[in-house]
């Protein structure tokens, strides 16, 4: 399954600043942009960190807009997603996955969320080449990553991103940020994964910025 990687950053790759605060760092082209690209895939992925802190819909969101909504997947090892939650309330509308390493939560499973159970690598941590496996056998086809800075390296990791779509704003947010992509754990330059830029294009006030695999 192709998988594309989503980030909206600062221009020294930050998602957001040492307090958290995230919105908006980029524009309304921009994520209009996002909601474009939301349309073009399959599923939508973020991990639970995100879907708490922002409770966000994941949803295709453009003026006049009648296509097909993305399934939306949430990485939540602990099923930790709030019955609350956007996500959970539109689950029986909009097909919505929690991959988790534990049992199924019946709050859950009587919402209407599709929960996948898979095995944990790490920190209690869904393996992620097997995520992508269970989503295909789902019927998805092409996989939207949006989560946070820890999913994102978790990705990359694993060698499972083809193509980048990160969006930079014109601002600086520092060190004390947190990063677009956490810990990779490259030692040398020839181990850090590398990318053939294929487009740049402004949008409103930010650059977008396309990459491929190499």
Known sequence: MPVTLKLATSLDG????????????????AREAVHGLRAQHDAVLVGVSTALADDPELTVRLPGYEGPQPARVVLDSRQRLSPSS????????????????????????????????????????????????????????????EGGGQVAASFVRCGLVDALEWFRAPILIGGEGRPGIGALAVATL?????????????????????????
């Open 86 to 145: 956007k996500l959970v309330k539109t689950a029986r509308d909009i097909p919505t996955y929690v991959i988790a390493t534990t049992d199924p939560d019946p709050a859950l499973i009587a919402a209407g969320v599709r929960v996948i159970t898979v095995h944990a690598v790490g920190e209690d941590r869904p393996e992620l080449k097997t995520v992508v496996e269970a989503l295909a056998s789902e019927g998805l086809s092409r996989l939207f990553v």
């Open 190 to 214: 020839a181990e850090a994964p590398h990318f053939r830029r294929v487009e740049v294009r402004e949008v409103g006030a930010d650059l977008w910025e396309r990459y491929a695999r190499v």
């Open 14 to 29: 930050r998602i957001a600043t040492v307090a958290g605060l995230s919105r908006w760092i980029t524009g309304d082209a």
